[in-house]
Nanobody, 120 residues
Framework: QVQLVESGGGLVQAGGSLRLSCAAS????????MGWFRQAPGNEREFVAA?????RYADSVKGRFTISRDNAKNTVYLQMNSLKPEDTAVYYC????????????????WGQGTQVTVSS
């Protein structure tokens, strides 16, 4: 069982930056594939970035967002630069026991989400 707690969301102006953190419980954090997803009101949850051997990014964030992990701290990060109003959403951290991809239904554990709001 893995528990995930996100932090770092907030309100930022367009062009600004935020860094999200996701702290995980458990002793086998390094074995999990980790991902970030987001969901805006009225929209489906969408893939943002994943890390687990290789890193993957949605085309909409490539070059602006960076996912990283610190296994010693059981934490995964999402550095978000050059933020746009369309990045506004609730951002969720997720962990997958065996999966290393972009499909949210394949992830086993989820955090409660953190709100990111980008003003124009």
């Amino acid at each position: 069982q893995v528990q995930l707690v996100e932090s770092g969301g907030g309100l930022v102006q367009a062009g600004g930056s935020l860094r999200l953190s996701c702290a995980a419980s458990g002793r086998t954090f390094s074995r999990y594939g980790m991902g970030w997803f987001r969901q805006a009101p009225g929209n489906e949850r969408e893939f943002v970035a994943a890390i687990g051997g290789i890193t993957r990014y949605a085309d909409s964030v490539k070059g602006r967002f960076t996912i990283s992990r610190d296994n010693a701290k059981n934490t995964v990060y999402l550095q978000m630069n050059s933020l746009k109003p369309e990045d506004t959403a609730v951002y969720y951290c997720a962990a997958a026991t065996y999966y290393r991809g972009t499909n949210y239904s394949e992830y086993n554990y989820w955090g409660q989400g953190t709100q990111v709001t980008v003003s124009s």
